[in-house]
């Protein structure tokens, strides 16, 4: 991603305390972007905004409370999008669906916007909506796409377990303008673990 991609763009990262969150946040920025960083946990979003410098502002979030991923998604309007929070239970997929709800006007009003899922093992339901998100904010400029991933790798052709930086480099590919006719899809970065 170049350094000129995202200019003037905001971007809002969950769970920025893994190191996918951080890596990938770090990609957007060095892209241009503005940064919201969000999670549960306050010292370790601090210490993700020390680490990434000025323009990243972390607000803390719980994608399983829905009052606080109503006030997260009040905060700024954003043009992309990553949830990075892993969707573990019903509580974590009506955070991302609620959140997404929210997001998405703004989006709208604009002019459009990348939102990139991530997901890891029971992706089923992060995938459909992904393709009902895409099929519904398509017409206004949104485009909504999933990465699926395991970390660490399961056995896969290439022997190895993917690195945070190698999955970051395909979310911050589908949040930028070179996917800008992708959406609705599901890339699977796994190092071909899924055709075993």
Known sequence: MSTSEEPGRTALVTDC????????????????AQLILSGRQAGAGRAAVDELGPGARFIAADLADLESVDHLARQVPVDILVNNA?????DALAGLYFLVAAVAPCMTRHGGGAIVNVASAATGAVAALTRTWAAEFGSA????NTVVTRIPAEPNPLGRAGKP?????????????????????TLVVDGGASIM
């Open 17 to 32: 305390a893994s190191e996918l969150g951080r890596v990938t946040a770090r990609l957007l920025k060095q892209a241009g």
């Open 86 to 90: 892993d969707v573990v239970d019903v």
């Open 141 to 144: 400029g949104i485009r909504v």
């Open 165 to 185: 930086a190698e999955i970051a480099e395909a979310i911050a590919f589908l949040a930028s303008s070179r996917a800008s006719f992708i959406t609705g899809a």
